[in-house]
């Protein structure tokens, strides 16, 4: 049962690690916002997996004292990296969620402005 927790752990941060690599040879402001929504989803979505397993792994391993070191070694080599990668990444995701939401709060003040609303309306 180890050993297919392991390999499950392995798929996924193959897959994180693909997805990072990928966005990281990207250029962010080329992407739309569907598009860097749906990325940080499917990475949640992995972590969250990833997370859930290593859970099943310690319940596994705390009542199987004999686990597999070199797997769990190749294991932390790959977060090791991935994390490498998302630390290059997220900042520039972070400021441009950050821009986002600084223009939405613009948009809302437009729209509720009385001002702004006349002039929508007398456009149409």
């Avoid at 297919?4 to 916002?33: F, G, H, P, V, Y």
């Avoid at 190749?74 to 821009?99: C, D, G, I, V, W």
């Amino acid at each position: 049962m180890n050993e297919q927790i392991i390999q499950k752990m392995d798929q996924t941060l193959d897959q994180l690690i693909q997805n990072a690599e990928a966005l990281s040879r990207t250029d962010l402001q080329t992407l739309c916002e569907t598009e860097l929504e749906a990325f940080q989803k499917t990475q949640e979505s992995l972590l969250h997996h990833l997370l859930h397993m290593d859970q099943l792994m310690s319940k596994k391993t705390s009542s199987n004292p004999q686990d597999p070191r070199l797997a769990i070694n190749r294991l932390r080599k790959k977060r090791t990296h991935f994390l490498s990668l998302a630390s290059k990444y997220e900042p520039q995701m972070n400021e441009r969620q950050e821009k986002r939401s600084i223009l939405s709060k613009r948009r809302k003040k437009r729209f509720f402005d009385p001002r702004f609303a006349k002039k929508a309306a007398l456009r149409d």
